[in-house]
């Protein structure tokens, strides 16, 4: 059996508009500008407190803990309004995907559980995926605990498994456990970035992926 683990935000749901949104008001509501929607962008799936203390590391940990909770706030309220959509061509692939008899799906993503069970039930995804992994219960990416448990709750051995995501967080996240690493190039970080964090196969769309895992797979029969 084989396992799949996929990114979400960048790599499944093209939720930048709510992530950028979010964090413009959170930082408005701590009395702070905000960072440019490239800055933010670059800090998407690291878990929520650990992305802004990278975009305000000259304030204190009490005004870091203000902007978390207000992007809280404020994301909920965006997504309730007009949730992410997905990007086409993932939800026909993860159906198709899950609908082998040698593939499970997992999730491993720095969304919250709550988020990511919205997300889910709102594009009629349950199901798909046998192992969720959230920033609930994990150190934050590129930590490895997230593919570790997905592993351990599958019984999937890493050499079977492969990371699918869009950030250098990702990637640097395979590589700790051991597991191989797709990075694809429609997200948020720039190709030689997943590259340079040890990507070992780049993808143009979910066409392309679809190929490539299919040739892991028979690679590593």
Do not use: C
């Not at 992305?51 to 965006?78: C, F, N, W």
Request: charged share 20%; glycine share 8%.
């Amino acid at each position: 059996m084989k396992l799949a683990i996929f990114d979400v935000d960048g790599t499944i749901s093209d939720s930048q508009n709510h992530i950028t949104h979010a964090m413009t008001l959170g930082f408005e509501a701590a009395g702070l500008p905000a960072p440019a929607a490239s800055e933010v962008l670059q800090i998407v799936g690291l878990s929520l407190p650990l992305a802004v203390a990278r975009l305000a590391p000259e304030h204190d940990a009490e005004t870091q803990a203000r902007i978390v909770e207000g992007y809280k706030q404020s994301y909920m309220t965006t997504r309730a309004a007009s949730p992410a959509p997905l990007y086409p061509g993932a939800e026909a692939l993860l159906r198709k995907l899950a609908a082998r008899d040698d593939m499970l799906l997992a999730v491993a993503t720095g969304k919250s559980r709550r988020g990511l069970r919205a997300l889910i039930e709102h594009h009629g995804l349950e199901g798909l995926f046998v192992s969720l992994q959230t920033a609930d219960d994990h150190p934050s990416k590129p930590h490895p605990s997230m593919i570790g448990a997905a592993l351990s709750e599958t019984g999937v051995d890493a050499r079977d498994a492969v990371m699918i995501g869009d950030t250098s967080f990702d990637m640097a996240m395979g590589r700790s456990a051991g597991v191989a690493t797709i990075g694809v190039r429609w997200g948020y970080h720039a190709s030689h970035l997943l590259e340079a964090a040890g990507a070992h196969w780049m993808v143009d769309d979910f066409d392309s992926l679809e190929t490539t895992l299919l040739d892991l797979w028979e690679m590593s029969a």
